[in-house]
């Protein structure tokens, strides 16, 4: 009869400390569920600089480069043939250097000796003149087949992966063909947010993202001005970006704005037999109502639940 009683009294005691809540309508975030796209900052293509055959490829999908780093050479045959051809007039106008010299020499000799005029020896030291600037611009020209070979390296513009290679080793390429696509920069997802939206968006705007089962958030960086195709399109930051498939798509709520509605915390909120009830006071004593319930809010204070139809304004709910 005493352990009765004893507990009798804690029940008493306990249903005594139950706190209660008046409901109140409360602005909640409304959220538009969008996919985005993993893509890098900055998508850069590593052209080959002259036309040839790709006789070196030293990346594939999904390699890691660094800036500076030799990725493919590109070969044309045809440069060896020209500066062979170079090499054949500068010997052939080495020669005549040196004959021009040689009479330079002796046409000296001669007008000391009062054999010639002065007028010939000018005519003879033009002549070496001449030779002598063909001479170099035949080695300058040399220079520009030699650097036009050297341009058949082609190397990765900045640090980031390799996300396409469109040619093989073998491949007959154009000048200004890409050989390899390289993605750096960071890594960000790209969200494409119907216009009617538009005005709803906020920079800095925080960002709920869904991916491979987990949940993180992300940071709404920069929202562009253009309209594409009926579509807003905003990037958004994540610290723990899975960047494993470039192109990914991942789904991503966005904040479009705010709404009036009933939320109870989740614990106030039981089960029965597939029914939500929720314990109102009135009257001096407690009654279960009915509820459906909408979606989840979690605000700082814990986790909440939307009520859309069985409370009402005003309504006092029994919190445990």
């Given at each position: 009869?005493?352990?009765?009683?004893?507990?009798?009294?804690?029940?008493?005691?306990?249903?005594?400390?139950?706190?209660?809540?008046?409901?109140?309508?409360?602005e909640?975030?409304?959220?538009?569920?969008?996919?985005?796209?993993?893509?890098?900052?900055?998508?850069?293509?590593?052209?080959?600089?002259?036309?040839?055959?790709?006789?070196?490829?030293?990346?594939?999908?999904?390699?890691?480069?660094?800036?500076?780093?030799?990725?493919?050479?590109?070969?044309?045959?045809?440069?060896?043939?020209?500066?062979?051809?170079?090499?054949?007039?500068?010997?052939?106008?080495?020669?005549?250097?040196?004959?021009?010299?040689?009479?330079?020499?002796?046409?000296?000799?001669?007008?000391?000796?009062?054999?010639?005029?002065?007028?010939?020896?000018?005519?003879?030291?033009?002549?070496?003149?001449?030779?002598?600037?063909?001479?170099?611009?035949?080695?300058?020209?040399?220079?520009?087949?030699?650097q036009?070979?050297?341009?058949?390296?082609?190397?990765?513009?900045?640090?980031?992966?390799?996300?396409?290679?469109?040619?093989?080793?073998?491949?007959?390429?154009?000048?200004?063909?890409p050989?390899?696509?390289?993605?750096?920069?960071?890594?960000?997802?790209?969200?494409?947010?119907?216009?009617?939206?538009?005005?709803?968006?906020?920079?800095?705007?925080?960002?709920?993202?869904?991916?491979?089962?987990?949940?993180?958030?992300?940071?709404?960086?920069?929202?562009?001005?253009?309209?594409?195709?009926?579509?807003?399109?905003?990037?958004?930051?994540?610290?723990?970006?899975?960047?494993?498939f470039?192109d990914?798509?991942?789904?991503?709520?966005?904040?479009?704005?705010?709404r009036?509605?009933?939320?109870?915390?989740?614990?106030?909120?039981?089960?029965?037999?597939?029914?939500?009830?929720?314990s109102?006071?009135?009257?001096?004593?407690?009654?279960?109502?009915?509820?459906?319930?909408?979606?989840?809010?979690?605000?700082?204070?814990?986790?909440?639940?939307?009520?859309?139809?069985?409370?009402?304004?005003?309504?006092?709910?029994?919190?445990?």
């Amino acid at each position: 009869m005493r352990t009765a009683l004893a507990l009798a009294s804690l029940l008493v005691s306990g249903s005594a400390f139950a706190g209660t809540l008046t409901l109140q309508p409360t602005e909640i975030t409304e959220w538009k569920a969008v996919y985005g796209r993993v893509e890098a900052r900055d998508t850069v293509p590593a052209r080959a600089r002259i036309g040839g055959i790709v006789v070196e490829l030293a990346v594939s999908e999904g390699d890691s480069v660094k800036s500076g780093q030799k990725i493919a050479v590109v070969r044309d045959d045809k440069i060896a043939f020209q500066i062979a051809a170079l090499d054949a007039q500068l010997r052939a106008l080495q020669a005549q250097y040196e004959t021009a010299q040689s009479e330079l020499e002796r046409g000296q000799a001669l007008v000391d000796k009062g054999v010639i005029t002065v007028q010939r020896l000018d005519q003879l030291r033009t002549q070496v003149d001449v030779v002598r600037n063909q001479i170099a611009a035949t080695e300058a020209q040399r220079e520009v087949v030699v650097q036009q070979g050297a341009e058949g390296e082609v190397y990765a513009a900045s640090d980031g992966r390799v996300l396409t290679v469109p040619v093989t080793r073998g491949a007959v390429i154009m000048a200004g063909e890409p050989v390899a696509t390289i993605g750096g920069g960071g890594f960000f997802l790209r969200l494409a947010i119907p216009e009617r939206h538009a005005t709803l968006l906020e920079q800095d705007a925080s960002i709920r993202i869904t991916a491979n089962g987990r949940e993180s958030s992300g940071r709404l960086a920069k929202i562009y001005p253009q309209i594409q195709n009926g579509r807003v399109i905003a990037d958004v930051e994540v610290d723990a970006l899975d960047t494993a498939f470039v192109d990914a798509r991942v789904l991503v709520e966005v904040p479009v704005g705010e709404r009036s509605a009933l939320i109870v915390p989740r614990t106030a909120v039981s089960t029965r037999s597939g029914i939500d009830f929720v314990s109102v006071e009135g009257h001096g004593d407690h009654a279960e109502r009915a509820v459906v319930l909408g979606e989840a809010v979690v605000r700082a204070d814990g986790a909440y639940v939307e009520i859309l139809t069985g409370l009402a304004p005003g309504d006092v709910v029994v919190v445990p």
